[in-house]
């Protein structure tokens, strides 16, 4: 049996717990929170998700950039509540998500 990917949740806004509650249903996702973005990247980076989920509203912008550049193969996903989206970056792109999608999205990082 494969290894759950490890999902990160980095900040403790309402809409990542939503998130992570439709998220459980995956029985392929080992779930993680850090409520507190302030712990800094090198405590996110020492869990060493293979994604990692984060409030744009609640992260300064750069945030995503140094992340990316710390772990090129990390898919990011930031969740913007005011326009309803989501966006994923990672070392090879960035494009809009609905829900399904970004479940389909961290699906395929094995």
Not at 11 to 20: C, S
Not at 35 to 42: I, L, Q, R, S, V
Not at 45 to 68: H, K, N, S
Request: a negative charge.
């Amino acid at each position: 049996m494969a290894k759950p990917l490890k999902v990160l949740f980095y900040g403790d806004t309402l809409v990542l717990a939503g998130l992570e509650a439709s998220l459980a249903a995956y029985p392929a996702l080992e779930l993680i929170r850090l409520d507190t973005p302030d712990a800094g990247e090198h405590a996110l980076c020492a869990l060493r998700p293979d994604v990692v989920i984060f409030d744009t509203g609640a992260i300064q912008p750069a945030f995503q950039y140094a992340l990316v550049e710390k772990l090129p193969d990390l898919l990011l996903v930031g969740i913007d509540a005011s326009s309803n989206r989501a966006l994923a970056w990672s070392g090879k792109q960035l494009c809009e998500l609905s829900t399904g999608d970004l479940a389909e999205v961290i699906a395929r990082q094995r």
